[in-house]
């Protein structure tokens, strides 16, 4: 048997969610392994579990033909594990040498270090994977990030590192960079290492890969040899053939050609995108979609005054508005749900009402300048009510909640508001099925009342079942634009996020 | 889970304070005749005064995460001015207003370095710590003033109601301040500031313009707290307030507020800084070594912090 490593019946669970249901990967030795799948296909939680993250539920890992329990992310790296994240890991003030052999020093007989056999073994290192090592006496964080990634390739077969996990390496990546990390891997091949690469660049895989395995909603859709496989075959199996027909729309577009658009953003730019161009009318769901990265959310903040854009205007109903800061947007009427309700949404050691009130307390007053606390509990009461928050009462800390219940109260604090733009990322990240459901027919009911909603998602489905229309977004530039029900499918969706303009004319 | 009244109030810290300080009277009160006393009682109360309003300040400011260590050395600068001013012949309720106005100026200093410039707490009032000292020995030229009039040393001698005027500065501005926590707006920004201060901007909140204001208040506080120090020990002198901003934090975080911010409240701290003055009172009343005191303090300061600790961890808070 050819097989280095594998991957057996793998089942892991967060919450009542199943985020791999079963699956099974097989790497050869020498290979170079394709791992693919659109966000929340379960890629990254394999990940964890080969590099000893996380544990699975249930399911089998075998190195070299024997069983084996990866207990720590430290005794999956002794055990040749290699995890190559798009961030490297490094200590920033410490030489290349230093960083190479952090932990793992060689020592003279006296128990110093052995600097010069350290700095031989070291080119030797890069020698091998044919790098110039003319910078291991610097400080790492005065390398690129391609070369601090190759550094920490260096770094790992020091270690004698088996498998190389390569977490989507070349997002961050020059084109010239991402040469040459191309160029390192096919060295690493030759010395008999299995590569594990996982990335969003379909184009990327046909150039390295060996073998490509499609992951879909936590589950191997199959692996191919890339030689087999079309990269629209590729586009197909992440994206399903269900997805695109099944999942109806549960509403149609209400705009009319007379109505006025309530937001229009024209040619804005910052660091993060380029041109951004929009019109988003009362009462439609407006979705954004794209890859992690892609400038999204970036975009989102700069309508509410976190990100501030270096070109391009911003009219509210026909007015050029200037957003400074969230509490401007705010008194315009625009809301922004973020992306990571722990950090940025709510405070989770206060209690429900007092995150429900926080936009709206320097309004609650009564005599003395006080706060109305009955108003106060009203209003917490009105939401938890409407939004069927469950919970003991509205003194409840945030922290007790289970994120569905979480979620909500972050909507409710931003309804509570009134706004007229609503601006939703992943409303629905890590909640359960039965809440999702609730937040869907929320936002779908909000619309109706004839808020404007921008919904940024990662989930297709969410997005298509949702969306009157969607731009998709890619490395910060507007790559689609779709906004009838035969345009907007799946496979449109991910070709566009996946950098083929899909532009079509005749939409604003 | 069944919920019994008491049970709520222990849940609340300043409940188990009153509690230790109740069960503490009770052993220090059968141990020393004097304890118990009138006398004894206001002295630990008049000794408390200075720290448990500098605690109220600092309440506000560990809440919003940060701290303030230049507490003593402001209270140094008010004291030195107030004290010259006194000797100028500045009537009482200017001498007041004088100290609030010199505390207020050097708080904001604190304050803009951490709103408008970013510094971190600790740096900003480190720096100005050392800063504010240097002024107090330019201020005095190495000498130290004594001799006040005795209307200024009145500030802490006269009473109202039979109880000496720092005590009722003190009471009243814990009571204000922990209203102003509870109920305005702006304490409620506070609290969501020390909570995650991400969530604060995205929720709206002046961030900048609250966080300068905390600071402000404190510097306020530490005024108000210099007059008070310098008309008790009658004497100004370069270490005068050195050391303060020590009891004054350990008053704080015993009193139930979160060094790490987010929690806390103003009748906390100040019952924090009573529950420490019995401690040391009462450890001499029944004359045991003063260096029992510190490792009992230090054992205490400790202990309440790992309950904090805890208490998170039980809601899965992980420690790495």
Redo the contacts between chains.
């Keep these: 048997m050819n097989s280095f490593f594998k991957a057996e019946e793998i089942v892991k669970n967060f919450g009542g969610v199943r985020a791999i249901k079963g699956v099974n990967l097989e790497l050869k030795r020498g290979e170079v392994h394709a791992l693919v799948g659109e966000n929340g296909a379960g890629k990254s939680t394999l990940i964890k579990i080969i590099s000893g993250v996380i544990q699975p539920n249930s399911g089998k890992l075998f190195l070299e033909g024997k069983e084996i329990k990866f207990l720590n992310p430290k005794h999956a790296h002794e055990m040749g594990i290699a995890t190559v994240y798009q961030d490297p890991l490094i200590y920033n003030k410490l030489s290349v040498i230093e960083n190479i052999f952090l932990g793992n020093e060689i020592k003279t007989k006296n128990g110093t270090i052995d600097w010069k056999k350290q700095e031989v073994k070291t080119k030797e290192l890069f020698a091998s994977l044919e790098i110039k090592p003319y910078f291991i006496n610097q400080p790492i964080s005065s390398l690129s990030i391609g070369l601090q990634q190759i550094a920490l390739i260096a770094k790992a077969l020091n270690y004698s590192a088996k498998i190389f996990i390569f977490d989507e390496p070349t997002a961050i990546l020059t084109e010239t960079e991402a040469g040459r990390l191309f160029k390192v891997i096919q060295k690493l091949k030759k010395q008999k290492v299995s590569i594990l690469y996982i990335s969003h660049r379909l184009e990327e895989i046909f150039e390295i890969a060996d073998r490509v395995t499609v992951f879909k909603d936590g589950k191997n859709e199959g692996t191919y040899n890339v030689k087999n496989i079309s990269r629209d075959k590729i586009v197909e199996l992440m994206a399903g053939k269900i997805l695109s027909e099944d999942i109806e729309r549960t509403i149609k577009t209400n705009r009319t050609k007379n109505k006025l658009p309530i937001l229009e953003v024209k040619n804005i730019s910052s660091y993060y995108y380029k041109n951004i161009s929009f019109s988003l009318y009362p009462g439609e769901i407006l979705g954004f979609s794209g890859l992690i990265g892609s400038g999204r959310s970036e975009v989102m903040h700069t309508l509410f005054g976190l990100i501030k854009q270096d070109e391009g205007e911003i009219f509210l109903h026909g007015n050029k508005l200037k957003i400074n800061n969230p509490s401007t947007a705010m008194e315009f009427g625009i809301v922004y749900l973020p992306d990571d309700r722990t950090s940025e949404g709510l405070f989770s050691k206060l209690d429900i009402k007092f995150n429900i009130s926080i936009p709206l307390i320097n309004k609650l007053k009564k005599k003395f300048l006080k706060v109305d606390k009955k108003a106060e509990e009203n209003l917490a009461l009105k939401y938890i009510e409407l939004l069927k928050i469950k919970a003991p009462s509205t003194s409840t800390i945030l922290s007790n909640l289970s994120g569905g219940n979480q979620q909500k109260v972050l909507f409710a604090k931003w309804l509570s508001t009134n706004p007229k733009v609503l601006i939703l990322d992943k409303p629905t990240k890590g909640v359960d099925v039965e809440v999702k459901a609730e937040i869907h027919r929320e936002i779908v009911r909000l619309a109706e009342d004839g808020i404007a909603i921008i919904l940024i998602s990662s989930e297709l489905p969410e997005i298509i079942k949702l969306s009157d229309r969607i731009i998709v977004m890619h490395e910060g530039t507007v790559t689609g634009r779709f906004d009838t029900k035969e345009t907007i499918n799946s496979k449109n969706l991910l070709n566009a996020a996946t950098g083929i303009r899909m532009i079509r004319s005749g939409t604003n | 889970m069944k919920k019994t009244l008491l049970g709520e109030l222990f849940k609340k810290r300043e409940f188990t304070i009153i509690f230790i300080i109740i069960i503490l009277s009770i052993v220090f009160g059968i141990l020393s005749k004097n304890f118990l006393s009138i006398s004894n009682i206001t002295n630990i109360f008049i000794q408390i005064s200075s720290i448990g309003i500098a605690a109220v300040g600092m309440t506000m400011v560990i809440i919003t995460g940060g701290i303030d260590v230049s507490a003593g050395s402001i209270l140094g600068i008010v004291a030195v001015i107030t004290a010259k001013a006194a000797i100028a012949g500045l009537s009482v309720p200017l001498i007041l207003i004088l100290g609030i106005v010199v505390g207020t100026l050097l708080g904001s200093i604190n304050g803009e370095l951490v709103s408008s410039l970013g510094v971190p707490p600790i740096i900003a009032t480190l720096g100005t710590m050392s800063f504010f000292r240097a002024m107090v020995f330019q201020l005095l030229g190495g000498r130290w003033i004594s001799s006040f009039p005795e209307s200024f040393r009145k500030i802490s001698t006269s009473n109202f109601l039979n109880i000496p005027i720092p005590i009722w500065f003190m009471f009243f501005l814990a009571i204000i301040f922990t209203y102003y926590l509870e ?3 702006t304490g ?2 506070i ?2 500031i020390g ?2 201060i ?9 961030t900048k313009r609250v966080l300068l204001l905390v600071y402000i208040f404190a510097g306020m506080m530490y005024g108000i707290a210099g007059v008070i120090v310098a008309a008790r020990t009658g004497i100004v002198q370069t270490n005068t307030g050195s050391g303060f901003e020590l009891a004054v934090i350990a008053a704080t975080v015993l009193g139930g507020t979160n060094i790490l911010g ?2 806390g409240s103003a009748i906390g701290s100040m019952l924090g800084a009573l529950l420490l003055a019995i401690i040391t009172n009462g450890m001499i009343l029944i004359n045991l070594p003063a260096l029992t005191e510190g490792l009992i303090v230090g054992t205490i300061i400790i202990i309440s912090v790992l309950t904090d600790i805890l208490k998170l961890r039980r ?2 808070y992980q420690y790495e």
């Excluded at chain 2, 991400?198 to 002046?206: F, K, L, M, N, T």
């Design positions: 109920y305005r707006p409620r920004y609290y969501a909570n995650s991400e969530a604060a901007r995205v929720s709206g909140i002046p987010g929690e809601r899965g």
